[in-house]
C-alpha cells in the first residue's frame, strides 16, 4: 500500500505570494492532518480535515487555509506569505480522527520564503 | 494553557545501551492522550509509543517503553538496547480528547529531543 504522499517535496516563493500543498492519504483513509514545522516554533498542528469537513484548527491566522476533497486528497493554502512561513509542512493520514488511530506522515513539503 | 516540555535537546547513548527521554506535559482536560513520535533525518515521522491518559499500565512497544507518572504529568520514553537505528528526533505529543468542553480538541508537540547512537 503507498503511503502518504506531498506535492511538491520543494517550493520556493517570494513574500506576498500564495502558495498550495498538496496531500494524498493512504488508500482508505479519510482523516487528513497539517503540521508546520519550523526550528523556532517545533511542531505544531495546523488543522484537520475528516469526511470533507474541517474538525479542528490549531492557533493559526487565517492566511492559512485548507480543503479536502471526496477523494481525501487534502490541500493546503498559504496568501500572503511572510519569511516567517518558511517551514517544512508535514500532512499525515489516519483512517479516522480518533486519537487512538495511528497517524502515517508524508516526508513533507519544504516551503522556502524569499 | 497546554504545554508540552522536553527539557534535553540531545542525548547521546551507546548501542546496545538503555536511555531514557524525558517529557512533561500540562493540560486541564481530564482525557487525553500522549505520544512519542520518531522522525529520522530526511525520513518520515512515524509514531513510536501511545499512552491513553486512563490507562495505569505503561504502554510498551518491543524495546520501547514508557514511564507515565499521571500525577506528576511526567512522560518519559525509555529505549532498550538502542540501535543505530534508533538515532533520530524524538518529539512528545499531548492530545486532548476528540471532544472537549469547547468541542475541539489540542494537539501540542514538544521542542524535540535529538538521540545520538554511537557505535
Known amino acids: 500500500k503507498a503511503g502518504v504522499t506531498q506535492t511538491p517535496r520543494y517550493l520556493i516563493k517570494t513574500r506576498g505570494q500564495q502558495v498550495t500543498l498538496s496531500c494524498s492519504p493512504i488508500s482508505g483513509h479519510r482523516s487528513v492532518s497539517w503540521y508546520q514545522q519550523t526550528p523556532g516554533q517545533g511542531l505544531q498542528f495546523l488543522f484537520e480535515y475528516f469526511s470533507e469537513t474541517q474538525r479542528n484548527k490549531g492557533n493559526f491566522p487565517g492566511r492559512f487555509s485548507g480543503r479536502q476533497f471526496s477523494n481525501s486528497r487534502s490541500e493546503m493554502n498559504v496568501s500572503t506569505l511572510e519569511l516567517g512561513d518558511s517551514a517544512l509542512y508535514l500532512c499525515?493520514?489516519?483512517?479516522?480522527?480518533?486519537?487512538?488511530?495511528?497517524?502515517?506522515f508524508g516526508p513533507g513539503t519544504r516551503l522556502t520564503v524569499l | 494553557a497546554q504545554t508540552v516540555t522536553q527539557s534535553q535537546p540531545e542525548m547521546s547513548v551507546q548501542e546496545a545501551e538503555t536511555v531514557t527521554l524525558s517529557c512533561t506535559y500540562d493540560t486541564s482536560e481530564s482525557d487525553y492522550y500522549l505520544f512519542w513520535y520518531k522522525q529520522p533525518p530526511s525520513r518520515q515521522m512515524i509514531l513510536v509509543i501511545r499512552q491513553e491518559a486512563y490507562k495505569q499500565q505503561n504502554a510498551t512497544e518491543n524495546r520501547f517503553s514508557v514511564n507515565f507518572q499521571k500525577a506528576a504529568k511526567s512522560f518519559s520514553l525509555k529505549i532498550s538496547d538502542s540501535q543505530l537505528g534508533d538515532a533520530a528526533m524524538y518529539f512528545c505529543a499531548c492530545r486532548t480528547s476528540l471532544i472537549t468542553t469547547s468541542g475541539t480538541y489540542k494537539y501540542i508537540f514538544g521542542t524535540g529531543t535529538r538521540l545520538k547512537v554511537l557505535a
Open positions: 499525515a493520514s489516519s483512517l479516522d480522527p480518533s486519537p487512538t488511530d495511528t497517524q502515517y
